[in-house]
């Protein structure tokens, strides 16, 4: 068993037995580890409609493949799962060796086959659905791909995922592990419209110049921005595929996840995307479709200009010197007082000199005058 779909109408699975129209019978051994390393078997879909199941050929897969089913087996083994099932069923994505679609999958270097990965739209009804390669390369060329070995595992999946001299042209994330041995959770890289994300060391368009490892998008037309009248659009794939990440840096970038519509992409790069971004190291970046509705950040202020010359020098630091309070004071000020007996004269206290008393001479004439009035 591959997959299913979240209501189990449509579900994936391989077998040897001839079920369906255009198998043939099938050798593949089951578990990692197999003593039938050229065997061949049968990719089916099951489908649920009007009361009965139906079951349809996909593709024919080597045990090579093995990865895009085994995986189940085992949470261990989940962290080398190459295969997704989208939430309504009707888009698989796996991984495979083989020439499914008529593009020659042999490496143009070492002459043996790469890995590509392959998406599948089930049709809504009865039918035959469609396949195409989406990590192929639209101009038809035989892909230049990486040695298991090379790659970085971190982004290409478990160390034990493939024989370290298989060549890999594409490559989705396994599992994420939050201890040995336990995958809990698998990355958004399939969406439910049928945009898929992946890595590829192949460079698929001419954007793409740094010889190693970058993220990419399919869409199918109709998606996203895709139109069959797009600069994008590959008639050998079926849809457009673009670059996410940027295609120069010298060192490896890989997808991490995706939002549920597709709309948010995350990624880890060394390439310094945007200004804000100053070292060398690698930096998790958001790929965003912007709209009305989640309009995109505005972009951080200009960085200032170099300074020239004086320029350069730092302001002048005012002296912590405040001026005395008695400079700047307006009022009669602190005025002195001096003792009893003393006075204030030219700012000096000094003694107070007392006043001679006269006598009274008339004081009798007086008194007697103010009898006389009366």
């Known amino acids: 068993m591959i997959g299913g779909s979240e209501d189990g109408s449509y579900l994936y699975f391989v077998a040897n037995g001839v079920l369906a129209e255009g198998a043939q019978p099938g050798s593949c051994v089951a578990g990692i580890g197999g003593t039938n390393p050229n065997g061949v078997c049968s990719l089916y879909l099951a489908h649920f409609e009007a009361g009965a199941w139906h079951t349809s050929f996909v593709a024919a897969l080597s045990y090579s493949d093995a990865a895009d089913w085994n995986g189940l087996s085992s949470s261990f083994f989940l962290q080398k799962m190459t295969s997704r099932v989208s939430p309504s069923g009707r888009w698989l994505a ?89 995958g809990r959770y698998q990355s958004r890289y399939l969406s439910d419209s049928g945009r898929l994300f992946f890595n590829a060391t192949d460079a698929l368009v001419p954007q793409d110049s740094n010889g190693t490892g970058d993220v990419y998008q399919y869409e199918p037309p109709g998606v996203g921005g895709c139109l069959e009248s797009g600069p994008t659009f590959s008639q050998r794939s079926g849809g457009c595929v673009d670059l996410i990440s940027a295609g120069t840096s010298a060192d490896e970038s890989g997808f991490l996840d995706a939002s549920e519509s597709g709309n948010d992409v995350f990624f880890y790069t060394s390439s310094k995307l945007v200004t804000t971004d100053t070292d060398t190291a690698r930096d998790v970046y958001d790929a965003h479709v912007c709209s009305a509705e989640l309009p995109c950040p505005p972009p951080p202020p200009p960085t200032p200009p170099a300074c020239a010359g004086d320029a350069c020098q730092a302001p002048a630091v005012p002296p912590n010197d405040p001026t005395p309070g008695s400079l700047s004071f307006s009022g009669a000020g602190n005025v002195k007082e001096c003792p009893k007996g003393k006075k204030l004269q030219k700012g000096k206290c000094v003694k107070q000199k007392h006043k001679k008393h006269h006598k009274k001479k008339s004081r009798k004439h007086a008194k007697s005058k103010r009898s006389t009035a009366r």
């Open 94 to 182: 796996f991984m495979s060796q083989r020439p499914l679609t008529g593009y020659d999958t042999r490496d143009a270097q070492t002459g043996r086959r790469d890995e590509e990965l392959y998406l599948y739209h089930a049709p809504a009804g009865a039918g035959q659905g469609t396949l195409v390669c989406a990590s192929c390369n639209p101009t038809g060329a035989r892909p230049v791909g990486i040695e298991f070995k090379n790659l970085d595992n971190q982004i290409d999946g478990d160390p034990g995922l493939w024989p370290a001299e298989q060549g890999v042209a594409a490559s989705v994330p396994g599992w994420t592990t939050f201890e040995p041995g336990s």
